[in-house]
Structure formats: structure tokens, C-alpha cells
Nanobody, 120 residues
């Protein structure tokens, strides 16, 4: 009923920038919190950043000052602007939405994941 589609990943050199997007479509009544998480092999998924429905943000310590999260409610889209990228930012990035459907069902929806590789 609800699909999240991510875009914007890829290969970038250290110090570079990337912008990730995640757009939701389907039977959506409203979206509460939106967030980004990342995961590397054999490690737990790590919170990168979240943004509430009224725009309050929470940025993970390891990316604070370098990453920015924003949202466009009209487009059901969340963005992650990543600057000053480091090799340790290499991971698969996942978006996460708290969704209320038109049928009044609440659930958490995840994107398909997108690879970000920071390497020279």
C-alpha cells in the first residue's frame, strides 16, 4: 500500500557531498516522523538523523555538523544532505517513515536501501 523509493547514492571522494532522497507513495493519510539510518556489514543499523512532522530534527553524533535532514510534506519526501563525507560514512542508507494510511493503519515503512561509498 505504501512504497518508499530512495535515490541519490553512489561513489564520492572524501570531503565530497551527496544528497539522498526518499519519496513515499501510496495510500498515505499522513507521515509522522521521517528518518535515515545506515548499516555496514556485521554491525547494527545506526540512526543517522530524524525529523518530526513539525520539523524538529535529531542528528546522530557521528554526523553532526556535516549532515542535514529536511522534508517536503507536499511531496512526502525526506532528504539527507551529506557534506564533508568521510570513508567511515560508507554504508547502506535506509529511509524510515511513520505512516498513517487512508485506512487508518499505522506502521513503519522502510526504503529499499541505497549504497553510499566514500573512497578516493
Amino acid at each position: 500500500q505504501v512504497q518508499l523509493v530512495q535515490s541519490g547514492g553512489g561513489l564520492v571522494q572524501p570531503g565530497g557531498s551527496l544528497r539522498l532522497s526518499c519519496a513515499a507513495s501510496g495510500s498515505i493519510r499522513s507521515i509522522n516522523a521521517m528518518g535515515w539510518y545506515r548499516q555496514v556489514p556485521e554491525k547494527e543499523r545506526e540512526l543517522v538523523a530524524t525529523i518530526s512532522s513539525d520539523g524538529n530534527t535529531n542528528i546522530g553524533y557521528s554526523v553532526r555538523g556535516r549532515f542535514t535532514i529536511s522534508r517536503d510534506n507536499a511531496k512526502n519526501t525526506v532528504y539527507l544532505q551529506m557534506n564533508s563525507l568521510k570513508p567511515e560514512d560508507t554504508a547502506v542508507y535506509y529511509c524510515n517513515f511513520g505512516v498513517l494510511t487512508t485506512g487508518w493503519a499505522r506502521f513503519t515503512s522502510w526504503g529499499q536501501g541505497i549504497q553510499v561509498t566514500v573512497s578516493s
